[in-house]
Structure formats: C-alpha cells, structure tokens
C-alpha cells in the first residue's frame, strides 16, 4: 500500500469508527461551507462596487431596477452587513461544532483503546511497554483531537473555495479561469508528494514518542534504583539519546513540509500573474467588463491563497493519521482470553479448584507446566512450592485466566473457568501478591478498592483483621492517609497488610497468596500469619511460598519441579519421604538454626 492510499485507509478507517457522528458532521460540513459561501462573497462585492463608480446607470445592479448609483452603492452596503453577519454567525456555529466533534471523538476513542486494553492478556503487555501504550493513549489521541479542531474545517473550505471561485471563474472569463487553474494541479500534486514523503517520517515520530515515553515512565518509577546505583549519568545521557532520536524524526519530517509553501507560493504566483496580465488586456480591449476585472483579480488570491494553508493542513492530516493508525490498531488487538463465557457463579459458591491435565507455556519459551492435574477441595489449604520457574505463579495466573491453557481444563465448582465471564471468575477469586500495587490516593480508598460499595465500619473491620489498625491509627490522618503513588509513603510491611485487607473486604470463597510474607520482617510474617489462620476458616486458600515454615499448617503441600508436579502431601509426609520437599525444608531449617547460633554468639 502506498503512503497516500495507507493514510486515505487511515482516514476511511476513522470514518466507520465514527459513524455515530455522522449527522453531527455534516452539519458542522454544511455551516463551514457557508462560511467559506460569505467569505467569498466582499471580494465579488467589490467588483460589483466597482462597476456602479464606473458604468453608474448602466451597471450590473441597474438591471435589478436599482437606476441610482447611490441606491446601488447602499444597497451593496446592504448586503456587506447581511454577509459579515452570516459569515460571523457559520464561523461561530462550525467552530462549535467541529471542536465539541473533536472532544466527544477523542474522549471516545481513549476510552475504548483503554478499555481493550484492559481486555487484554497478561502476555500483551509483556511486549508492550506502558510507556508506549500511554503515548498512544494520550499523545496520539491528542495528534487527532488538533487535527479535527481545524485541520477537517480547513480541508473542506479549501475544496469549497475552489469550487465556488473556479465556478465564477468559467461563468466570467473561460479564458482566464483556465490560466488562474493552471496552478492547482502543480499544488495537489505538490501535497500528494509531501504525502508520499512524510507518511513513513511521520510513523516514525509516532514510533519515537513511545520509545521517549516508555523512557521516561522506567526512569522515574525505577528513581530509587537509579540513585541507590549512582546511574544519573547514564540514564540522562539515555534520555538525552532518545529524546534526539525524537528530535531527529521530527527535523526529517519538518523538512519536507518546510518545502512545500515556498512551492505553493510561486505556483500561485503563477496564476496570479495570468490573471492580472490577460484580464488587464481584455479590460483595456473593451472586452471585459472593469468591475469583472477587479472582481477576477481579488478572487484569484482567494483561489489560490488558501491553498498555502494545505501544507499545514496536509500536516496536519499525516500526523493525525499516524496517530489513527495507532489507536485504532491498539482497539482491533484481539486480546488472547476471550471473555464469551455465559455462566455465573453465585456469591457464596463453595470454591472447590481442579486442574485437569493443564499444560501451557509462555511465548517463545520453554518455561510453563505441563499436564498438570490437582484438586484443592473446597475451603481447604493447599501450598505451592518449588524453585523459581517451576510453575507455582503460573497456576495461580492460569486460574484467574491471565494467560489463556495450551490445553487441558481448570474448573471452580465444576464449571470450567473459559465458561464463566471473568468478572464471576474474578469476583470468585481474591489475590494477595508479592508485589503489593496500591493506587495514589488514602489509605482507606486502597482497602475499599475491594469492594466500592463498603461502609466505614466494614473498611475498618477488615483492617483489623489484617492486623493493620496499629499503623493506621498512629498515622495523623488515619484512614485518610495519602499513600502516594504505587504507595511510596509506606513500608514492604504496611503495604502488604493493606492488600491482605483490601482482599479480606472483598470476601472471596477463593484466596490466593503469592508469596505474600516474602518480602516482609518476621514481626509483619508473624502478624500476616495471625491474619491468614482467622481469615482461612470456611474459605478454598492457595498459598504460593517460598519459605515452607510459612506452609507447613497447609491440609497439602504441592511440590513442583520444572512445570510438573513432583510431590504432595501434607508438612509430615513430605519430610519423612526425603524427596525434593525435605531437601528443601534441611536447608532453611539449617539456615535458621546457624542464624539462632550466630545470634546468641553475638549475644
């Protein structure tokens, strides 16, 4: 496909997203083409003013029944006012209309990009980057919002003024309108051209944006990391490097649309110097009428000037359809879990979880499991354990339908779970993770995430429950606390306590605990601890850990080695079959006993 048909694909493409506002633009069409309609209109007035200084009595307007020059001259002043008026009040009405078009268009189309977005899988935002879907979000859906601001109204008065001139034109002088046309063909072809150039230049920018923002949202969420690292140098000079590369995509494009004016320019020239010059002749020659002839010389700038404009418009238009293609394309992304299940499951279900013969792997990798089948009856405690990559979290993100099995069947309640929509699914399930996400805003609007609809006094019981109150209450603004952004204000500890109550307000008949305690003190673990046992009872728990002394309570432990289950059973059949579980369990009861040893020695 060629730049100009990919960006004429773009712009057909943003047409049938539109079609809602299909009415809303027309009308704004129809009240720009009015105003081009009135705007054209003085500079024909012109001419007829000048035919009545010049032919009085036998001027154009005498033929109306206006036989004095001054009734004519009052009558074309008239007509001036009605015609600034009507062009004054068009320019009001498609400004209205062409801007609320471009905010009701753009506030749509973030929407519905967020929202796929939000459809997608996990592995879709595994190979994109969050700094590039926010430019695509917000920068490029801002590229178009400029674009039908002004760009579309100037499209259509150009074609409008064209239309209507080249037609007084031909109805004037053919002979003259054939020479003042003859540049616009050099003009269009001048446009298309700039086209063909800047599509790929302009797709490149739009590609350069994201890898600037992608740079700048890894740099500044990972600060502590740059400064604990001494690496300011060396993450400067790679944003002084992308941020050049921008600069560069953008100085390519520039050069190009700088070209394209001064063309314009002479080729309006051009057409200028035909009308001027044989008009004049036939002027003098009796042959046209002298206020024909001042008409045709001031309509010739209107007929050719506005095209000057095009450059900035043409643009315009390509940045905007870069942008087009980009959001539009993010909407079409089919997301690899489809949300077509039927089922619901109801509020209080048991929670029973079974894995039948489940085998999946990531993308273009070998790590994953394979034919893995367990039962975890309901409300009990079953514990994952194994070596990084061996497939603990990836049972959990299987179950919650993150990532869509290869094959085999996971089920709650006996209802396979691609036969539920995920909002049952997601609703069934609750999720404590190692790596705890709490959004800007208060301490109580992070628990209250889990269920938006809770009283103060259910926000506050289930942070007791989580054992949260202590830290709360000591804060001067309790509950309303401002935790900062992902929660920068709190410790490991106090964030992993809020998401453990943010999970208990939304009492689910399934609890999920990623390596909950792995990265708190053993004063926070005992209190998690605490917590779990109380919040446990009459509930289906999978526990993921990687310290066994946090599991060894658990109705079944389920060992996993390379994406297969290896073992299982409970803490005491585990260490007396002196399998992988026992090995394990040595090592970190060993490690605690030397520390006990190196602690009393320091004693």
């Known amino acids: ?31 720009s083409s009015l105003n081009t309609l009135f705007d054209i209109m003085p500079e024909i007035l012109i001419g007829v003013a000048i035919d009545v200084v010049v ?21 074309l002043g008239s007509l001036t006012l009605l015609i600034w008026a009507g062009e004054s ?9 062409w801007r609320n078009i471009a905010q009701d268009l753009q506030a749509d189309l973030r929407q519905d990009a967020y929202d796929q977005v939000q459809r997608q899988d996990m592995g879709f935002f595994e190979s994109r980057s969050s700094g590039e879907l926010t430019a695509i979000l917000n920068d490029d859906v801002n590229q178009l919002e400029r674009f039908l601001d002004g760009g579309a109204n100037d499209f259509l008065q150009v074609f409008v003024s064209v239309t209507l001139i080249g037609s007084v034109f031909f109805i004037i002088s053919p002979s003259i309108a054939l020479l003042a046309i003859t540049p616009i063909p050099v003009i269009i072809w001048g446009a298309f051209f700039f086209m063909r150039r800047a599509t790929p230049l302009y797709a490149d920018v739009r590609a350069r944006v994201g890898d600037l923002s992608s740079r700048l949202g890894n740099n500044i969420g990972g600060m502590a990391t740059i400064k604990s690292f001494t690496a300011e140098a060396r993450e400067s000079e790679r944003l002084r490097l992308a941020s050049s590369d921008y600069v560069q995509a953008n100085r390519r494009a520039i050069k190009v649309s700088s070209a394209f004016v001064p063309l314009i320019r002479m080729a309006i020239l051009a057409g200028f110097l ?44 390509e940045r905007a359809m870069a942008s087009t293609r980009r959001i539009l394309g993010l909407i079409e992304t089919e997301s690899g879990v489809d949300d077509t299940g039927q089922q619901e499951l109801p509020v209080h279900t048991a929670g029973s979880v079974s894995f039948r013969s489940v085998s999946f792997h990531y993308p273009d990798s070998s790590m994953g499991i394979s034919d893995v089948t367990l039962d975890v009856a309901a409300g009990s405690t079953v514990a994952l354990v194994g070596a990084t990559g061996s497939g603990k979290s990836t049972l959990i ?11 085999g069947e996971i089920c709650i309640d006996g209802v396979a779970v691609d036969q539920l929509s995920l909002s049952s699914l997601r609703q069934t399930i609750g999720l404590v993770s190692q790596d705890v996400f709490l959004f800007e805003g208060s301490i109580w609007d992070n628990i209250a995430y889990g269920n938006p609809h809770a009283s103060d006094t259910q926000v506050r019981q289930a942070a007791v429950a989580a054992e949260a109150t202590e830290f ?12 900062g952004e992902r929660g920068i204000k709190l410790s490991g500890g106090q964030r992993q306590r809020l998401s453990l109550a943010r999970a208990i307000l939304k009492d689910p008949p399934v609890l999920i605990l990623d390596e909950a305690t792995s990265a708190v003190d053993n004063e926070t673990e005992a209190a998690i601890q605490r917590s779990l046992a ?20 658990s109705d ?12 299982q059973g409970t803490h005491e059949e585990l260490v007396e079959a002196s399998g992988f579980y026992a090995r394990q369990w040595a090592v970190q009861t060993g490690a605690l006993q030397l520390a006990a040893v190196g602690h009393s020695l320091r004693g």
Not at 15 to 27: F, P, S
Not at 541 to 546: F, K, N, P
Request: net charge positive.
């Open 472 to 483: 709360i209450d000591a804060l001067p603004a309790g509950f309303a606390t401002l935790v």
């Open 397 to 407: 993100k299987l179950l919650l339908r993150f990532y869509p099995v290869d094959s």
């Open 534 to 553: 109380v919040i446990s009872r009459g509930r289906t728990v999978l526990v993921v850990a990687h310290r066994l002394s946090t599991i060894v309570a």
């Open 55 to 75: 032919n009085q009595q036998q001027s154009f307007l005498a033929g109306f029944g206006f036989e004095s020059p001054q009734t004519q001259i009052l009558m």
């Open 274 to 317: 035909a009308t001027f010059i044989l008009g004049g002749m036939k002027a003098l020659d009796g042959s046209l009428n002298v206020g024909a002839y001042g008409m045709l010389v001031f309509l010739t700038q209107r007929l050719l000037w506005p095209l000057t404009r095009l450059a900035q418009t043409v643009d315009l238009y």
């Open 89 to 97: 009040l068009f320019q009001y009405l498609y400004l209205i209309l």
């Open 1 to 31: 496909m060629t730049a100009v048909g990919s960006s004429f694909g773009a712009l057909l493409h943003l047409l049938r997203y539109a079609r809602g506002y299909r009415l809303r633009i027309l009308l704004a069409a129809t009240c």
């Open 556 to 567: 079944r432990i389920v060992v996993l080695d390379k994406g297969v289950i290896v073992e």
